[in-house]
């Protein structure tokens, strides 16, 4: 049986290890039907929680996910706090190589759609030379008309993949496949944020010791402190403020994180 999820604003984090996610994205990969509608797999760090506090179409989409990650320290955090012990840190970017490894192994593709021109294109050469085999079936960058979307979306359901990830920022990536959920035919979609920047060489990765750590936040916005200053320096207060606030209505009602 699966662990049963922590609930964040009514958000079921799935509390697994990265080894456990990696099964359910394949698992709903193998099952799929035509028939069927796409498994929709999401990414949450804090600033994902901080965005479903303002954004209630946001937060939905994630209520209605059919797996939601966690992802960064946050996230452990908040388990902590709330009396949950996060397993893993199953984060979009420490997934990929294994996601590319899996697809290499099962005959499985990925396509990538998002992020700046020729980030995607760089990211599916990087995973064909980590994998050793060809294994993304196209690539797009997110910049693209409302009147484009149709022929985007018949780009990728030509291209037959088996997984969508899609870089287009947080909540704009996790809506857009909610919109267009009907209309795309591949048996898994996932958000995954600034993934195609770090494979692509656009920003390079914190050090390892800094991941391990819990801190590669401080990385981020060393790299980019004109864009980042605002969700790490006044975001990581305001979650934490969200947090204790879940923390006093659980301890008011009396009840448990289950």
Not at 154 to 183: C, F, K, Y
Not at 191 to 196: A, D, H, S, T, Y
Request: one cysteine or more; glycine letters at 8%.
């Amino acid at each position: 049986m699966a662990p049963s999820p922590f609930m964040l604003m009514d958000i079921p984090i799935d509390n697994i290890t990265m080894d456990e996610a990696l099964q359910r994205i394949f698992d709903a990969a193998v099952s799929y039907t035509p028939q069927t509608p796409s498994s929709h797999m999401h990414f949450v760090n804090a600033h994902c929680i901080n965005t479903a506090a303002v954004n209630e179409e946001y937060r939905q989409v994630l209520i209605r996910a059919d797996a939601v990650f966690p992802d960064g320290s946050g996230i452990r955090k908040a388990g902590t706090m709330l009396g949950v012990p996060v397993k893993d840190n199953v984060n979009g970017t420490d997934m990929f190589p294994l996601l590319c490894r899996r697809c290499a192994e099962q005959g499985m593709r990925m396509y990538l759609l998002g992020a700046k021109p020729g980030a995607a294109e760089k990211t599916g050469r990087w995973a064909a030379e980590h994998a050793g085999k060809e294994v993304i079936a196209g690539t797009r960058d997110g910049y693209f008309s409302p009147e484009e979307e149709q022929a985007v979306i018949d780009a990728v359901n030509a291209s037959r993949p088996d997984i969508l990830l899609t870089a287009m920022g947080v909540p704009r990536q996790e809506l857009w496949l909610h919109m267009h959920r009907d209309a795309l035919k591949v048996p898994v979609c996932m958000g995954v944020g600034g993934l195609f920047d770090f494979y692509s060489g656009t920003i390079p990765r914190a050090p390892l010791w800094m991941r391990r750590g819990g801190i590669e936040w401080v990385w981020r916005l060393m790299m980019e402190p004109g864009r980042m200053w605002r969700r790490y320096i006044i975001g990581n207060a305001v979650f934490l403020m969200h947090i204790k606030k879940i923390q006093r209505n659980m301890r008011k009602e009396g009840r448990k994180q289950p």
